[in-house]
């Protein structure tokens, strides 16, 4: 199916107003600023703009919800009961807008002026004030241009088409320039209260931009590697000026590995080859359990995010605060070996070196079969390091072995199973992170039962391995009908979703807690929710 571009932006898109939605200035425009760079939220009473970053203040533009709405990810033209109202980024520290608005300051680091109708918001520091006469016209066009200039699937249904616009517009506000340590253009998973880089987010931003822009793809693997140490070592998040001390999932040949497939370079893989090389053999060398062979994700000391490693921070599976040989760690690290040993032999490396790869991800299967599968539950679970005991916990890293080929085709049909099984998985929509059967472990908080869209895509990649291309659309289908279903109903992409399909994302728990505010909120306007959705509809429209 061909894409199709349109020639203006359409009316019936960018039209559902709701709290907590995003707005900032993208690297695609200009040049960011990590430290001073002006972050907008839409607020949660009335139609009105909260200052989150660098200072905090409110814009007012109306006691009741705008009539309708145009509310990109850096402009918005707005119909409310008193007249209209619209304002652009102009650069990374001003907004500007015209109409009736009030202002209320409770930082010095921001300052408006106003007149004739205008008011110019902006972080003092950079303040500049003949910013006030700039052509509002010409910065909404221009803001409207990079929507309307990309070649969309065509035939979407509705809600399909109003969506991916939120995505596409969300993708393009968490684009950073370089700065400090990072010197490619990066991505983040939110503007607000994020704003890092973080190393599988990247990984999964650069699957939505390889159908868009396949050389900011490159540049989001490419950041994360700005954050390599000379041991191999790639660190979970970083920052112009700092990087974090642990690691997380290793997904990154897997990205590199399907944005070279929509545009193949064999220079680039080249480049990337022995900076993947050297971190997987990191993760092999500093994260193996030496009895099993098996990896396991460093564990921490804060009850509410014992292994943000891992990415599921605050997962029942590590309540105890114990080492365990994991089914996702050593997952992620047998898939990139087998992926580097196609590396190797596309770029003419010795094929002893890609025997090796093959070996590593061999034994690392075979270990997951022997160490993790749990035959009477049908799936697989993190097993005690020093005791070799299982955990009894059900969850969703159960089923990613499915992505490195570990599962027999009987394990296989058994975690297919479970999507239909009330007692287990069997949800509104799966694939829970902890299944609400499970009593005991099960909350709507986090990776404790809600779902989340980056494991359902992994899981997804698992059945195509195996031919169980139902299960695959499946999962996709009722992803892509989610993401719609609460961006109709709320306005924003979500971290993640109640996986019984009642409870409205900002609602869900977080941590323990639901206050509308980081760090106890869903967040809003979410990275990868948005380039997944994104690559999602594309490769399913690709398919006809």
């Not at 239909?420 to 799966?430: I, K, L, Q, Y």
Request: proline share 6%; hydrophobic share 40%.
């Amino acid at each position: 199916m061909k894409p199709e571009h349109g020639r203006d932006l359409r009316t019936d898109v960018l039209n559902v107003w709701g709290a907590g939605q995003l707005l900032a200035f993208s690297a695609l425009d200009g040049a960011t600023d990590y430290a001073d760079g002006l972050v907008l939220k839409t607020a949660g009473t009335g139609c009105a703009f909260d200052v989150m970053l660098p200072g905090k203040a409110a814009v007012s533009l109306s006691d009741e919800p705008p009539r309708a709405c145009r509310l990109g990810g850096d402009f918005f033209e707005l119909t409310l009961s008193q007249g209209r109202a619209r304002g652009a980024f102009v650069d990374a520290y001003h907004v500007l807008l015209e109409g009736s608005c009030t202002f209320q300051p409770d930082s010095p680091t921001i300052m408006t002026v106003m007149r004739d109708g205008r008011t110019l918001l902006g972080v003092a520091k950079h303040f500049d004030a003949t910013l006030l006469d700039r052509d509002l016209d010409a910065e909404i066009a221009l803001r409207k241009r990079w929507l309307t200039g990309l070649a969309l699937p065509a035939g979407m249904p509705e809600l399909r088409a109003k969506t991916i616009y939120k995505a596409l517009s969300v993708m393009k506000t968490q684009v950073c320039s370089p700065e400090g340590r990072l010197r490619h253009r990066w991505t983040t998973p939110d503007r607000w209260p994020h704003r890092d880089l973080w190393l599988w987010d990247s990984a999964f931003h650069a699957l939505g931009w390889r159908h868009l822009d396949v050389t900011l793809a490159r540049e989001a693997v490419e950041a994360v590697f700005d954050c390599q140490g000379p041991d191999g070592m790639v660190s979970h998040q970083g920052a112009p000026t700092w990087v974090s001390p642990t690691t997380q999932p290793p997904v990154l040949a897997l990205a590199a590995e399907l944005i070279d497939e929509v545009s193949p370079d064999d220079a680039w893989l080249a480049r990337m080859y022995p900076l993947l090389s050297s971190y997987v053999r990191w993760d092999l060398r500093e994260r193996a359990n030496a009895p099993s062979g098996l990896l396991r994700w460093f564990i921490g000391n804060d009850p509410r995010c014992r292994s943000g490693e891992s990415g599921m921070d605050n997962s029942p599976r590590f309540d105890a605060a114990q080492q365990l040989d994991t089914p996702d760690f050593s997952t992620f690290a047998a898939n990139e070996c087998q992926i580097l040993a196609r590396f190797a032999r596309r770029l003419g490396k010795p094929e002893s070196e890609a025997r090796d790869w093959l070996a590593h991800h061999q034994r690392l299967c075979e270990k997951i079969n022997e160490r993790l599968w749990n035959d009477a539950q049908g799936i697989y679970m993190d097993c005690e390091a020093s005791t070799g005991r299982q955990t009894g916990v059900l969850a969703s890293a159960g089923f990613l072995p499915l992505l490195c080929g570990a599962p027999s085709a009987e394990q296989t049909a058994r975690l297919a199973a479970h999507l239909d099984r009330p007692d287990t998985f069997g949800t509104a929509f799966p694939i829970a992170s902890v299944p609400p059967a499970c009593r005991d472990h099960y909350s709507p908080d986090m990776w404790r039962g809600p779902t989340w869209v980056n494991i359902n895509w992994l899981v997804a990649c698992g059945f195509d391995r195996y031919g169980l291309s139902d299960a695959a659309d499946r999962l996709r289908q009722g992803t892509l009908a989610a993401i719609e279903r609460w961006y109709a109903a709320c306005g924003s992409l979500y971290e993640y979703y109640d996986t019984l399909g009642e409870t409205p994302p900002p609602k869900l728990l977080r941590k323990g807690r639901c206050e509308g505010r980081y760090p106890f909120q869903d967040i809003h306007d979410y990275g990868w929710t948005s380039t997944l959705y994104v690559d999602l509809v594309y490769s399913l429209h690709a398919r006809g």
